[in-house]
């Protein structure tokens, strides 16, 4: 049975062009480093310890892989929240992100019990004089879609994004519906980035699915929702074992 003291386990999938981020932002979240250049091959799953509102809760976070092999089930069923990542110097990544923001509309209700989350994320705001996505226009597609909206760069300033991702957990903590995505405080704590830390992860937490990088050779499993997955090994190769053996 699952002890009232556990800490909570949040999912959070990171979906987007290819090119838009998305590992830079996984990263960032996790180590606190921008870190340049990621295999676009790896899709990796991450975890870090949060303390939000007083709750302390396990944050795991999918950074995924677009490839029109894979069944995009994957994560839209695995998240509680959906961060769809896009480049605000590229109208394409733009416009890809509309066209996720569409099909999560169309599939959550449907296929999964749990209620969603849904963060509009426009990165690389680092690139300002190379914009072509305004502020103004990104918040516009977030309301459109029921959606959060975020401004960050990975690269530098990475305090709105960690802001409304907190918020989104106190409003799910909660269970309210309509937060005010900008107004939050919390007390986060990052896990210290060392050799192992992963294997103390998954021992002090058996309940969560954990890792899922996969080649773009091999199909992806989606986990059903009533059942515990089981953990499955982490592989060296992962962007974050990289960056700490390095
Ligand atoms: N200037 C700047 N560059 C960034 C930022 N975030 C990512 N980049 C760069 O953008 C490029 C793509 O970043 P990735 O994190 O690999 O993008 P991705 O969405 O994970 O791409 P795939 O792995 O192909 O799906 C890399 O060269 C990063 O260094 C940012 O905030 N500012």
């Known amino acids: 049975m699952r002890s009232t003291n556990a800490p909570r386990e949040i999912h959070v999938a990171l979906v987007g062009m290819s090119g838009s981020g998305k ?63 896009y480049d605000v110097t590229s109208q394409l990544s733009f416009q890809y992100a509309e066209g996720l923001l569409e099909r999560i509309a169309r599939h959550e209700h449907v296929l999964c019990p749990r209620e969603h989350r849904t963060i509009l994320l426009g990165n690389k705001m680092d690139l300002d004089r190379y914009r072509q996505v305004s502020e103004q226009e990104g918040e516009r597609v977030a309301a459109q879609h029921k ?49 192992g830390a992963f294997s103390s992860l998954r021992s002090s937490s058996r309940s969560s699915q954990v890792r899922s990088k996969t080649s773009t050779t091999k199909s992806p499993q989606v986990q059903p929702l009533h059942k515990t997955p089981s953990l499955s ?3 060296t190769g992962s962007k974050l074992l990289k960056l700490f053996h390095t």
């Not at 590992?23 to 949060?50: M, P």
């Not at 401004?151 to 799910?172: G, M, V, W, Y």
């Open 23 to 85: 590992s830079a932002v996984a990263v960032k979240y996790i180590t606190k480093r921008f870190i340049g250049e990621y295999d676009s091959t790896l899709e990796d799953t991450y975890c870090r310890q949060e303390t939000v509102g007083g709750q302390c809760m396990m944050v795991w976070l999918m950074d995924t892989v677009e490839n029109a092999a894979r069944d995009e089930m994957r994560w839209i069923a695995w998240a509680d929240v959906y961060v769809v990542v």
């Open 147 to 195: 959606a959060y909206f975020a401004e960050c760069s990975a690269a530098t300033d990475f305090r709105q994004f960690t802001q409304t991702l907190h918020s989104t957990f106190q409003n799910i903590i909660s269970g309210a519906r309509s937060p005010s995505p900008r107004q939050c405080s919390s007390d986060s704590e990052i896990i210290t980035p060392r050799k």
């Open 233 to 235: 090994k982490l592989k």
